[in-house]
């Protein structure tokens, strides 16, 4: 799966941007208090994503197939993890259950300290909006709009003032200043890929989640675009949650999460360093 359609990529908001820290959070709390080293967590770092027994199970005509089986998973706050598996290991539907765009079956998930689980659809979307960049496997951008107009859609969505100039800026930062006026239609794989990251980016997220953000891309073109990410990431202490099948880029991340069978078979170890 990839998502649920273009509306599942409006980082729809009718509220600010939230510009506060990642504060206290209860996992914040249990940190702080020291306690039983716990496997799936990141060391020292406050948690910015928790899933406990995530479990995803979607009917189909061919009966109920379990996607995720009991996910325990902690990324800390500024983290930047690497998510690789086979195809179908469950990478995607991983990010999309973190996204809110899918409910696990079982299991909590919680994102900057607050409980998903907690919250209606609405409540999601403008959680998601205000909190949340999305790099898609597949894009979804809106077909009917301009470069511009779907980089500065989430934007406007959190009314940020000169939507369109910020737009404009996020569009040169990934080398498309000159195809602003074109439609997804006119544009190839990997520049609708980097319109997609530009998107993302836009309202400067504390968590970005992109999936096979380079699959579409050369190699200049995937290099500019990782240190965009990577740069977000190492300037605002954003959250960086990365599916590649690359292993050079899965080496710039601070740990490696593998998947299998929509199981973690290896959880990763916190590299010192991580990438520059
Ligand atoms: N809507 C759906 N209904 C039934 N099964 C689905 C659905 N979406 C995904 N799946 C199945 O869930 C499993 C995990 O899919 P997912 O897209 O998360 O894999 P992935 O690791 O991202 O793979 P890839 O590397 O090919 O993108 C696959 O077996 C897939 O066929
Ligand atoms: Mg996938």
Redesign the pocket.
């Known amino acids: ?1 990839d998502g649920s359609g273009p509306s599942a990529s409006s980082a729809a908001s009718d509220t600010a941007p939230d510009t506060t820290p990642g504060a206290a959070t209860p996992a914040a709390a249990a940190a702080a208090s020291g306690g039983a080293p716990d496997p799936a967590r990141s060391s020292g770092r406050p948690a910015m994503v928790a899933l406990d027994g995530v479990s995803l199970t ?1 009917a ?1 005509s061919a009966g109920a ?1 379990n ?1 995720l089986s009991g996910i325990d998973l902690k990324i800390g706050a500024g983290e930047r993890v690497g998510l690789v ?1 086979a ?7 991983l990010l999309m259950t973190i996204a809110g765009l899918e409910r696990p079956t079982a299991g909590r998930i919680t994102v900057a300290g607050t409980a998903l689980d907690g919250l209606d659809e609405d409540g999601r979307a403008r959680f998601r909006g205000r909190t949340i960049g999305i790099v898609f ?1 597949a894009f979804h951008l809106i077909p009917t709009m301009t470069a511009l107009e779907n980089v500065a859609v989430p934007l406007e969505f959190a009314r940020v003032r000169d939507a369109a100039r910020r737009a404009a800026e996020g569009l040169d930062a990934v080398g498309l200043g000159h195809r602003r006026g074109h439609y997804p239609s006119q544009l190839s794989g990997g520049e609708q890929q980097r319109v997609a990251i530009a998107r993302a980016l836009a309202v400067a997220p504390r968590l970005i989640l992109a999936d096979e953000p380079t699959g579409n891309l050369d190699a200049d073109t995937g290099a500019r675009v990782m240190a965009l990410l990577f740069g977000a990431a190492a300037e605002r202490g954003t959250t960086l949650m990365l599916v590649t099948h690359d292993p050079a880029l899965a080496a710039r991340c601070d740990r490696v999460v593998r998947l299998a069978d929509g199981r973690i078979v290896d959880p990763g170890t916190e590299r010192a360093g991580g990438a520059e």
């Open positions: 799966m979607l189909t197939v996607i598996g195809s179908g290991s469950g990478k995607t539907s496997q």
